[in-house]
């Protein structure tokens, strides 16, 4: 949880470059005479009810502006449009 790592950012940018719905998810396979390691990593875009906390500061209402400033003093998560990818889930698993 947290910060992506370099992986993660360079699917995070070159899906983020392509606007298309399908283009959303991204997976690496890995074989070594030691492991097998598989990564997935599905982007996550800004979906209309997202837009009520992380939308441009002018559309969020008052209210959920005063809570999210008292809540969440040092959250940058806004100024975001609808489709734009806000983070990603990513799965990591290593087997032999």
Do not use: F, M
């Not at 995070?12 to 990593?41: A, K």
């Not at 996550?44 to 997202?50: I, N, V």
């Not at 806000?86 to 032999?96: C, D, E, H, L, V």
Request: proline share 8%.
């Amino acid at each position: 949880i947290g910060t992506p790592d370099d992986w993660e950012r360079e699917q995070l940018i070159r899906l983020s470059n392509n606007p298309l719905p399908e283009s959303l998810e991204s997976s690496l396979i890995s074989n070594s005479t030691e492991h097998r390691s598989i990564r997935y990593l599905r982007a996550l875009p800004t979906g209309p009810l997202c837009l009520t906390c992380h939308g441009q500061p002018k559309d969020i209402p008052n209210d959920v502006a005063s809570t999210l400033n008292e809540l969440y003093p040092y959250d940058k998560a806004i100024g975001y449009k609808l489709g734009e990818i806000r983070g990603a889930i990513s799965i990591q698993a290593t087997g032999r």
